[in-house]
């Protein structure tokens, strides 16, 4: 089972590879996620299971909504947990933060993604034409009302 830790800027050279790995063309890089790791109202956390990275995921807090940057978890480590678990985590983050909403961007041809946010309670809002470049693939806008809501699994990503 993954845990969750803070990332820090020893974890960057993982984070590239694994960036690659999962996004190709459209991957950050190594400067880009460094920013994002030290960015103002940013918080990032690493799935690890062992001392071994599996997953990876961040949030922005503005004040008033939260939105998830990335979440993304290693080939061999997908469909087993690692991505509900962190998602749980940067919801719970984004309540103790008191955002009102939580906001994220998927490409409407990810289907495992759509089902993790869906059943997180997430509602499709509106679609970004060619919002992901290079591929020029479209996203869907989603939403997470916080205000009175609780999420469906346990911080640990273990149903309740």
Not at 22 to 31: Q, Y
Not at 46 to 58: H, P
Not at 65 to 73: H, L, N
Not at 101 to 110: F, G, P, Q, S, T
């Amino acid at each position: 089972m993954a845990t969750l830790r803070p990332l820090v800027g020893t974890d960057l050279p993982v984070l590239e590879r694994m960036e690659r790995e999962l996004f190709g063309a459209g991957a950050w890089s190594r400067a880009m996620l460094a920013e994002e790791l030290d960015g103002p109202g940013r918080w990032y956390v690493g799935a690890v299971e062992g001392d071994v990275l599996v997953g990876y995921a961040g949030l922005w807090f503005d004040g008033i909504d939260a939105q998830v940057m990335t979440i993304g978890t290693t080939t061999h480590r997908q469909g087993g947990g690692v991505g509900r678990l962190m998602l749980g985590a940067l919801v719970q983050r984004a309540r103790d933060l008191g955002a009102d909403a939580v906001l994220l961007e998927v490409r409407v041809d990810n289907e495992p993604a759509l089902r993790l946010y869906e059943r997180a309670g997430f509602e499709r809002m509106g679609l970004r034409r060619g919002y992901y470049q290079p591929e020029n693939k479209d996203a869907w806008t989603m939403r997470l009302a916080l205000a009175g809501v609780t999420t469906g699994g346990r911080a640990d990503g273990r149903d309740a």
